[in-house]
C-alpha cells in the first residue's frame, strides 16, 4: 500500500514540474543591483516552483511497477503460460490424429473382409469367376466348394459356398450363383466328386435318402445324370434315434464346353450344419 501510495505522489510531482517549470528559463533569475547596491525587481516575477529528484527507493518501486507489464502480469508468467496451452493443444491434436488413423485401419481391415456368398442379395443372378493371377493362368482347369448351411429353403439342387474355406478355382472354372452348377470352358476328360452327409434325427427303417450328380448341357432339354447313389436302411439297429449317414460319389467323365454341373439330394432338410461336411467339386485330367 505504501509503494502504491509512493508512485502516486511520485507521478502528481513529476506532471506538477513539467506544467509550472518555465522551459523559457533553464536557470533561476538573476537579480541585477543598481549602483546603491540595492537589488531590482525584474518585471515579471519567475513562475517557478521546486521540482526534487526521487530517492533510489522510490525510482526502484516506479520500475518494479513498469516491469508488471500488462494487468499486473509478468511478460515472462504470460509466456510461460503460452508455451503451456501450446503444449496441450499439441497433445489433443496428436491423439486426434491416432484415433483418425487407427479408425482408417478399421475401415481398410472391413473393407477387406471376405463376404461369403450367404450374404449375396438373392437377386444376385451370374458367375462367379475370380481373378486369375501370376502361375494360377497356367492352372488347369478346376473347382472345390464346400457346402452351405440352409435355414429357410431347403433346394434339393444344392447350393455351395464359393469364397470361403477351402474353397477354390483356376483355369476358367466357375461358379454359378443363381443354380449351384460348375461350369466348364473346355471340353476333356474330369474327374467329378461330391460327399454329403445327412443327420436322421428319428431314424426308422423307411428312412432313405438319394445322392446324386448330374450335367445341363447346351442343346439338351432334360439334364443328363452323371453318378446317382441311393441309401436305404442303415438305422434297422437303432429305432426312433439320431442317425448320421454319408455318401460320397466320384467318377472319371466327359464334359463338353460350357457344361454345368450340379449335385441333388433328395432330403436336404437333412443335411449336416459342418461345412466340410458337405463338398462338390471337380479338375480336368
Known amino acids: 500500500m505504501d509503494g502504491w501510495f509512493d508512485t502516486l505522489i511520485d507521478s502528481w510531482l513529476v506532471r506538477t514540474c513539467t506544467m509550472n517549470c518555465d522551459q523559457r528559463h533553464p536557470f533561476p533569475h538573476g537579480f541585477p543591483g543598481d549602483g546603491g547596491g540595492s537589488p531590482q525587481h525584474s518585471a515579471q516575477p519567475p513562475n517557478l516552483v521546486p521540482c526534487w529528484s526521487f530517492s533510489p527507493a522510490q525510482e526502484r518501486a516506479r520500475s518494479r511497477g513498469k516491469d508488471r507489464g500488462f494487468i499486473g502480469v509478468s511478460p515472462c508468467l504470460a509466456l510461460i503460460v503460452l508455451l503451456l496451452f501450446l503444449l496441450v493443444f499439441a497433445a489433443l491434436g496428436f491423439e486426434a490424429y491416432q484415433i483418425y488413423k487407427m479408425q482408417t485401419e478399421l475401415r481398410e481391415m472391413r473393407q477387406g473382409k471376405p463376404v461369403t456368398e450367404f450374404h449375396t442379395a438373392a ?163
Open 123 to 285: 437377386s444376385q443372378i451370374g458367375l462367379y469367376e475370380p481373378e486369375l493371377q501370376g502361375n494360377d493362368k497356367d492352372n488347369r482347369p478346376a473347382a472345390h466348394v464346400i457346402g452351405r448351411i440352409e435355414k429357410e429353403v431347403f433346394r434339393k439342387t444344392l447350393r455351395w459356398e464359393a469364397k470361403v474355406g477351402q474353397a477354390f478355382f483356376s483355369g476358367g472354372v466357375a461358379y454359378r450363383i443363381e443354380d449351384g452348377g460348375l461350369q466348364v470352358n473346355e471340353s476333356g476328360l474330369y474327374h467329378i466328386y461330391s460327399r454329403v452327409e445327412l443327420i436322421f434325427k428319428k431314424c426308422s427303417p423307411t428312412s432313405w435318402f438319394v445322392h446324386s450328380v448330374f450335367v445341363r448341357r447346351t442343346g439338351l432339354s432334360s439334364p443328363l445324370t452323371l453318378m446317382e447313389a441311393h441309401r436305404a436302411g442303415f438305422c434297422a439297429r437303432q429305432l426312433e434315434n439320431p442317425w448320421t449317414s454319408e455318401s460320397y460319389l466320384g467318377s472319371a467323365l466327359r464334359l463338353q464346353k460350357y457344361d454345368r454341373v450340379f449335385v441333388n439330394v433328395s432330403h436336404p432338410v437333412h443335411l449336416s450344419h459342418e461345412h466340410y461336411a458337405n463338398f462338390f467339386g471337380l479338375y480336368k485330367i
